[in-house]
């Protein structure tokens, strides 16, 4: 039976979950976690990126909770989870664990979906036993695992040694971004998304990003500045999917490339015209549609699993 259309107003609004918890981490820190979606379906695990929530995955939430059982949740600073005084990679791998182990039944496979930070936080965790535990394939969206302030072209000038101050600058700014106005929203549109983004888009994505307090999003930029994830990339051993705009400014397709070249198994490098850094929210069919495809061919659910028991019990009776 197909669903109504949602109106394109409300396509960002983030939908009621259908449980909320407080997951604590290794260090005691507390994560704002949501589950969408029917017991037994088939497990997704969202993990957004620097200066978001759970909301920047209102889309795919609201397509795949029909018949997928998705876990999105707030890294910590952001949304609705405290601020803690760790900060750094250890802290994102960590909790990454903590929610799979929160949401998750011993050994049960998700595929897990990162965008920007997220996807970060996917490479930092690959060679945890939580992460190989739970993950059964990835979808990395817009993210790169070094050199981030090198490679951004969020300032329009040469590559070199200005460039790169510049951005750090900017990037890591302890300005307040004030209110959500209408150039505040061209700001954001030229630094994050496609020329063609809806207005409506542009505008949910300002009011995610403008909500994360000043603090976090200059801690948190320390922390992408220094980032090196190299060795997190060969460690990720389960297919994985990697999507990127091609006017991506704050992680250009030059990582994209990279991640699928060292990747263990990528399953695809998607290359979007024209489109930016917020992938999800840019073009959230073909995001929530590559998170199907990962599913479909990597994820077992309890049905599938009790058909081959019940069959293998047959076979052996025979």
Same mark, same amino acid.
């Given at each position: 039976?197909?669903?109504?259309?949602?109106?394109? %107003?409300? %396509?960002?609004?983030?939908?009621?979950?259908?449980?909320?918890? &407080?997951?604590?981490?290794?260090?005691?820190?507390?994560?704002?976690?949501?589950?969408?979606?029917?017991?037994?379906?088939?497990?997704?695990?969202? /993990?957004?990126?620097? &200066?978001?929530?759970?909301?920047?995955?209102?889309?795919?939430?609201?397509?795949?909770?029909?018949?997928?059982?998705?876990?999105?949740?707030?890294?910590?600073?952001?949304?609705? %989870?405290?601020?803690?005084?760790?900060?750094?990679?250890? /802290?994102?791998?960590?909790?990454?664990?903590?929610?799979?182990?929160?949401?998750?039944? *011993?050994?049960?496979? /998700?595929?897990?979906?990162?965008?920007?930070?997220?996807?970060? &936080?996917? $490479?930092?965790?690959?060679?945890?036993?939580?992460?190989?535990?739970?993950?059964?394939?990835?979808?990395?969206?817009?993210?790169?695992?070094?050199?981030?302030?090198?490679?951004? &072209?969020?300032?329009?000038?040469?590559?070199?040694?200005?460039?790169?101050?510049?951005?750090?600058?900017?990037?890591?700014?302890?300005? *307040?971004?004030?209110?959500?106005?209408?150039?505040?929203?061209?700001?954001?549109?030229?630094?994050? $998304?496609?020329?063609?983004?809806?207005?409506?888009?542009?505008?949910?994505? =300002?009011?995610?990003?403008?909500?994360?307090?000043?603090?976090?999003?200059?801690?948190?930029?320390?922390?992408?500045?220094?980032?090196?994830?190299?060795?997190?990339?060969?460690?990720?051993?389960?297919?994985?999917?990697?999507?990127?705009?091609?006017?991506?400014?704050?992680? *250009?397709?030059?990582?994209?490339?990279?991640? =699928? =070249?060292?990747?263990?198994?990528?399953?695809?490098?998607?290359?979007?015209?024209?489109?930016?850094? $917020?992938?999800?929210?840019?073009?959230?069919?073909?995001?929530?549609?590559?998170?199907?495809?990962?599913?479909?061919?990597?994820?077992?659910?309890?049905?599938?699993?009790?058909?081959?028991?019940?069959?293998?019990?047959?076979?052996?009776?025979?």
């Amino acid at each position: 039976m197909s669903r109504p259309a949602v109106p394109a %107003s409300d %396509s960002c609004a983030p939908p009621a979950p259908d449980r909320v918890l &407080t997951v604590v981490s290794a260090d005691g820190a507390r994560l704002h976690a949501e589950v969408h979606g029917p017991e037994g379906a088939p497990a997704v695990v969202l /993990a957004h990126g620097w &200066t978001c929530s759970t909301a920047f995955w209102a889309a795919q939430i609201r397509e795949l909770a029909a018949d997928h059982r998705v876990v999105a949740y707030d890294q910590r600073g952001h949304g609705r %989870s405290p601020a803690s005084r760790a900060c750094g990679t250890d /802290a994102l791998a960590d909790d990454l664990e903590a929610v799979f182990a929160a949401t998750l039944a *011993p050994g049960e496979k /998700a595929v897990v979906a990162g965008h920007s930070m997220g996807g970060m &936080t996917v $490479m930092a965790a690959a060679g945890r036993p939580g992460f190989q535990e739970h993950a059964a394939a990835v979808l990395l969206c817009s993210t790169g695992s070094s050199r981030l302030v090198a490679r951004s &072209t969020v300032v329009p000038i040469r590559a070199g040694r200005l460039r790169t101050g510049l951005t750090r600058r900017v990037l890591g700014s302890r300005a *307040p971004l004030g209110p959500v106005t209408p150039l505040a929203q061209r700001i954001l549109k030229y630094a994050t $998304m496609g020329a063609g983004s809806a207005p409506h888009v542009v505008e949910a994505c =300002a009011r995610i990003v403008h909500a994360c307090p000043r603090r976090v999003r200059h801690s948190w930029s320390q922390v992408l500045d220094r980032l090196d994830l190299d060795d997190g990339v060969r460690e990720l051993r389960v297919p994985a999917a990697v999507v990127v705009g091609t006017a991506d400014r704050l992680t *250009p397709p030059v990582h994209a490339r990279a991640l =699928a =070249a060292r990747l263990p198994q990528c399953v695809g490098l998607t290359e979007l015209p024209g489109l930016g850094h $917020m992938t999800p929210m840019e073009a959230p069919e073909l995001v929530t549609g590559k998170i199907r495809e990962l599913v479909t061919s990597y994820v077992r659910t309890r049905a599938d699993e009790d058909y081959d028991n019940g069959h293998t019990r047959i076979g052996e009776g025979a």
